[in-house]
């Protein structure tokens, strides 16, 4: 794997855990480093599509927006034929 060695410094309690999670799961303490970070950055797109969707809710005020996608279909349904 092709990518940048970083030196991290963490808690001896952290270190610790880190040690018996690598061991129980069979992988390197680098390998257990990535997948929390891997972890970490999906959770924080996940929060970005959170926080998006927070802010844009309530701004259609165009009636009811289950009819108007239903409409739409139709419309589409009636130009496939």
């Keep these: 794997m092709a990518g940048q060695r970083t030196i991290i ?3 001896d309690e952290d270190k ?8 129980a799961h069979g992988i390197s303490m680098a390998e257990g480093v990535r997948s929390a ?5 999906e959770n924080k797109q996940r929060d970005t ?12 005020v ?5 009819d108007y996608q239903r409409k739409l279909r139709s419309e589409w349904e ?4």
């Design 16 to 23: 610790a855990w880190l040690e018996e999670y690598s061991r």
């Design 9 to 11: 410094t963490l808690p």
């Design 37 to 41: 970070l891997r972890l970490l950055r």
């Design 49 to 60: 599509y959170q926080a998006l969707v927070e802010r844009t809710r309530g701004i259609w």
């Design 62 to 66: 165009q009636g009811d927006g289950l």
């Design 78 to 81: 009636d130009n496939v034929a």
